[in-house]
């Protein structure tokens, strides 16, 4: 069930002509599903792609505490494609240094 509502939400994501429209909690959705399907980064990825919409207003610590939340359960994605293992709150605050700048 989580499967198929995943794939349709981001197909939802993908296909629209303006993401800008989309709403904040359709990427939470989205980040949540994949987070219940043990896929951190791409829950952390899903926010990322949401800030980098409109990065000057939805770069926020919230959303750098959803990335850090996400990739602190194991996402192994660095930013450069670089296979790196976030186990620890600090690997994951580099990320997210590397990716916002903070």
Same mark, same amino acid.
């Given at each position: 069930m989580a499967?198929? &509502?995943s794939t349709n939400t981001k197909s939802t994501i993908d296909l629209s002509p303006a993401? $800008? &429209?989309i709403g904040e909690w359709v990427?939470?959705?989205?980040? =949540? %599903?994949y987070a219940t399907? =043990? $896929?951190?980064c791409d829950a952390a990825q899903t926010i990322m792609n949401w800030v980098a919409i409109d990065p000057g207003t939805r770069n926020t610590?919230?959303?750098?505490k959803l990335v850090? @939340?996400?990739?602190a359960r194991g996402c192994a994605v660095a930013p450069s494609g670089i296979r790196a293992r976030f186990s620890t709150k600090q690997r994951? &605050? @580099?990320? %997210?240094t590397a990716r916002f700048g903070m």
């Open positions: 499967r198929r &509502q993401p $800008r &429209q990427f939470l959705e989205l980040a =949540d %599903l399907l =043990d $896929r951190p610590a919230r959303a750098h850090e @939340t996400y990739a994951a &605050q @580099t990320f %997210l």
